[in-house]
């Protein structure tokens, strides 16, 4: 199994739709999609600013944040599922299917080490690959990635703060991707084989 992050700074991109269209076309069984908070996630921010509220409301609605963009996902190609629980993840790919993450079953009354702006959709796709036992993470950013080492890429806010420390005794491999990589991520598909 492949948990593909798919960031949010793609939800106005035209890539976003070949992103999807790819992953539905090979991954079939295989892909577990999730979706970032992007602009959703920012608008939080404008509210947290605004209101002063604390980081526990902000991780909540972040968390609703992705799930909007999971939905926009679906939207654009209805053929994805959404699942919002590891058991309906796994339904989705016994079926065949590609799993979009809806992540509201992360939403806390109490903080703790996940509910703070340190840890976003990144870490969040970090802590599935785990929970799900995955074989690979591939994160899909916007801007250029290639060969640049996590540390670097959390240094400059392209990862959040604590992916570095999330995927650094990972049994899964981590890959970086930009928004125009699509076909390469098709080629890993295609001729990697996926247990």
């Known amino acids: 199994m492949w948990v593909v992050k798919i960031g949010g700074s793609l939800s106005h991109d035209p890539s976003l739709r070949e992103w999807l269209t790819q ?3 090979v991954g079939g069984g295989r892909v577990v999609i999730v979706p970032g908070g992007g602009d959703f996630a920012d608008t939080v921010r404008q509210y947290q600013s605004e209101w002063h509220f604390g980081d526990l409301a902000a991780h909540n ?27 309906r993840i796994r339904r989705a790919l016994r079926d065949g299917r590609v799993a979009v993450w809806v992540p509201t079953d992360l939403m806390r009354d109490t903080p703790d080490e996940m509910t703070n ?15 799900l036992n995955a074989e690979r993470l591939m994160v899909v950013k916007s801007c250029a990635v290639d060969a640049t080492p996590l540390e670097a890429l959390s240094s400059r806010g392209v990862v959040d703060a604590r992916f570095v420390k999330h995927v650094a005794d990972a049994n899964y491999v981590v890959e970086m991707f930009n928004k125009g990589d699509a076909g390469l991520m098709r080629e890993r598909l295609l001729h990697i084989p996926v247990a």
Request: with cysteine; aromatic share 8%.
């Open 117 to 131: 702006w340190d840890t976003t959709s990144d870490s969040l796709a970090a802590w599935l690959s785990t929970t």
């Open 23 to 25: 992953l539905w076309e």
């Open 61 to 87: 609605m972040c968390l609703l944040a992705m799930a909007q963009y999971a939905i926009l996902m679906q939207g654009v190609l209805p053929e994805l599922v959404l699942a919002s629980n590891e058991i």
